[in-house]
C-alpha cells in the first residue's frame, strides 16, 4: 500500500508547506556532502541528550550551539528513505493545515511542534548519546492538527495487484489512529536512553500538533497571511478523482460527478478518474472540453452495469463547477 494524497483539496498552493519540503532537501544534500566528517556534523547539529546532561560534555559549547541543534536537528535525516518517507508525509499532510492556519501561523506551528517534539524525546532519553535527527516530530505535529480538523477525510492508496492499479479510500481518523498507536506500542517496547527511531518524538509532536492547533486557531492571521492566500488561490482541482457512483433500480446506467474549477471549465482539463464499482475498478482520462457549463452531463458509453455478456450500459458525470474562491 502506498498512500498518494487525501481526497480533500487545499483552497491555496501551499508555498511554506513547498519551502519546508525543499529545504530538507537541500539540507540533506549538504549532509551527503560532508563525506567522512558526517558523524561530527550531526553530532553538531543533531539532538544530542548527552550534550544537556553531562555538564563535562555540555562545557565545550556555548548558549547559541546548545539551542540551535533544537531547530537543525528537524532538518536532518538519515538517508534517501528516511527524507522521501517524511517529505511525502509533509506532502500529504501539510497542505490541508496551511490551508486552514495560513502560512505565517503555520510556519510557526510546524517549528513549534518541532521543538517541542526534541524537548519530548530529550526528557525520555536524557542520556542518550545517539544523535537525534530527522522531520518526524514536527511533521507529527501536522498529522495531529490533521487529525483534529479533518477526521472525515480519506486518505487515498495505491495497491497494485498483479500489476493491475487499485485504489482505496482509507478514513483519515483510523489511518492516524493506527499509525498513532504503532508509535505508541513502539515506544512502550524501547527501552529507555536506547538509541533508534525516536517513537517518543512521534507522539510528544503528535500530542503538542493538537494543543497548538487550538492556540494557533485562536490567534488573528496577519495581513501578509491573507495577501498570500489571494496569490496563492487554487485554479484546478485534483489531477486524479475518485468517484462515487449510484444506479437507479431497474437502470443499467451509472451516475456520478466530476468537480473542475471555473478556470479548467473555461479552457477544458483532463481528469484521470477511478470508478470504484464491485472488484471492477478501473483507471481511465476523462475530457472535459472547453466551455463546459455546470451540470452538465458527460456520456462515458459501455462504463455502466452489465445489461448482458454482450453489453453495457453508461457512465454519466455531472460536471461540477466550484465556485471562485
Given at each position: 500500500?502506498f498512500p498518494?494524497?487525501d481526497t480533500?483539496?487545499?483552497r491555496t498552493?501551499?508555498?511554506?508547506?513547498?519551502?519546508?519540503?525543499?529545504?530538507n532537501?537541500?539540507?540533506?544534500f549538504?549532509?551527503?556532502?560532508q563525506?567522512?566528517?558526517?558523524s561530527?556534523f550531526l553530532f553538531?547539529?543533531?539532538?544530542?541528550?548527552?550534550?544537556?546532561?553531562?555538564?563535562?560534555?555540555s562545557?565545550?559549547?556555548?548558549?547559541w550551539?546548545?539551542?540551535f541543534?533544537f531547530?537543525s536537528?528537524?532538518?536532518?535525516?538519515?538517508?534517501?528513505w528516511?527524507?522521501?518517507?517524511?517529505?511525502w508525509?509533509?506532502?500529504i499532510?501539510?497542505?490541508?493545515?496551511?490551508?486552514?492556519?495560513?502560512p505565517?501561523?503555520?510556519?510557526f506551528?510546524?517549528?513549534?511542534c518541532?521543538v517541542?517534539?526534541?524537548?519530548?524525546?530529550l526528557?525520555?532519553?536524557?542520556?542518550s548519546?545517539?544523535?537525534?535527527?530527522g522531520a518526524?516530530?514536527a511533521?507529527?505535529g501536522?498529522m495531529?492538527?490533521y487529525?483534529?480538523?479533518?477526521?472525515?477525510?480519506?486518505?487515498?492508496t495505491?495497491?497494485?495487484i498483479?500489476?493491475?492499479?487499485?485504489f482505496?479510500e482509507?478514513?483519515a481518523f483510523?489511518?492516524l489512529?493506527?499509525?498513532?498507536?504503532?508509535?505508541?506500542?513502539?515506544?512502550?517496547?524501547?527501552?529507555a536512553h536506547?538509541g533508534?527511531?525516536?517513537?517518543?518524538?512521534?507522539?510528544g509532536?503528535?500530542?503538542?500538533?493538537?494543543?497548538?492547533?487550538?492556540?494557533?486557531?485562536?490567534t488573528?492571521?496577519?495581513?501578509?497571511?491573507?495577501?498570500?492566500?489571494?496569490?496563492?488561490?487554487?485554479?484546478?482541482t485534483?489531477?486524479l478523482?475518485?468517484?462515487r457512483?449510484?444506479?437507479?433500480?431497474?437502470?443499467?446506467?451509472?451516475?456520478?460527478?466530476?468537480?473542475i474549477?471555473?478556470?479548467?471549465?473555461?479552457?477544458?482539463?483532463?481528469k484521470?478518474?477511478?470508478?470504484?464499482?464491485?472488484f471492477?475498478k478501473r483507471?481511465?482520462?476523462v475530457?472535459?472540453?472547453?466551455?463546459?457549463?455546470?451540470?452538465?452531463?458527460?456520456?462515458?458509453?459501455?462504463?455502466?452495469?452489465?445489461?448482458?455478456?454482450?453489453?453495457k450500459?453508461?457512465?454519466?458525470?455531472?460536471v461540477n463547477i466550484?465556485?471562485e474562491?
Amino acid at each position: 500500500m502506498f498512500p498518494l494524497r487525501d481526497t480533500i483539496q487545499s483552497r491555496t498552493y501551499p508555498v511554506v508547506n513547498t519551502a519546508l519540503i525543499v529545504a530538507n532537501v537541500l539540507v540533506f544534500f549538504i549532509e551527503w556532502a560532508q563525506g567522512k566528517n558526517l558523524s561530527r556534523f550531526l553530532f553538531l547539529y543533531g539532538l544530542v541528550p548527552v550534550r544537556y546532561s553531562v555538564p563535562q560534555i555540555s562545557q565545550y559549547f556555548d548558549t547559541w550551539q546548545q539551542i540551535f541543534p533544537f531547530f537543525s536537528f528537524m532538518f536532518l535525516h538519515g538517508g534517501f528513505w528516511h527524507l522521501f518517507g517524511n517529505m511525502w508525509s509533509l506532502y500529504i499532510f501539510g497542505d490541508n493545515v496551511e490551508d486552514r492556519l495560513g502560512p505565517i501561523r503555520y510556519l510557526f506551528f510546524y517549528i513549534l511542534c518541532g521543538v517541542g517534539s526534541g524537548l519530548s524525546h530529550l526528557l525520555i532519553n536524557w542520556h542518550s548519546q545517539v544523535p537525534t535527527i530527522g522531520a518526524s516530530g514536527a511533521i507529527a505535529g501536522v498529522m495531529g492538527a490533521y487529525f483534529v480538523l479533518y477526521p472525515r477525510s480519506r486518505i487515498l492508496t495505491f495497491i497494485p495487484i498483479f500489476f493491475i492499479p487499485y485504489f482505496i479510500e482509507i478514513p483519515a481518523f483510523f489511518f492516524l489512529g493506527i499509525w498513532f498507536f504503532l508509535q505508541f506500542i513502539s515506544a512502550a517496547g524501547t527501552p529507555a536512553h536506547g538509541g533508534g527511531i525516536a517513537w517518543w518524538a512521534h507522539i510528544g509532536g503528535f500530542l503538542l500538533g493538537i494543543v497548538f492547533l487550538k492556540f494557533f486557531l485562536k490567534t488573528p492571521e496577519l495581513g501578509l497571511s491573507n495577501w498570500l492566500r489571494q496569490k496563492t488561490s487554487k485554479q484546478k482541482t485534483h489531477r486524479l478523482q475518485v468517484i462515487r457512483t449510484a444506479g437507479r433500480s431497474g437502470d443499467s446506467n451509472l451516475y456520478g460527478s466530476i468537480s473542475i474549477t471555473p478556470m479548467e471549465a473555461r479552457l477544458g482539463t483532463r481528469k484521470l478518474v477511478n470508478i470504484p464499482w464491485g472488484f471492477h475498478k478501473r483507471l481511465f482520462l476523462v475530457h472535459i472540453p472547453p466551455g463546459v457549463r455546470d451540470g452538465t452531463l458527460l456520456r462515458l458509453a459501455g462504463m455502466g452495469r452489465p445489461i448482458d455478456p454482450q453489453r453495457k450500459g453508461d457512465l454519466y458525470l455531472r460536471v461540477n463547477i466550484q465556485e471562485e474562491r
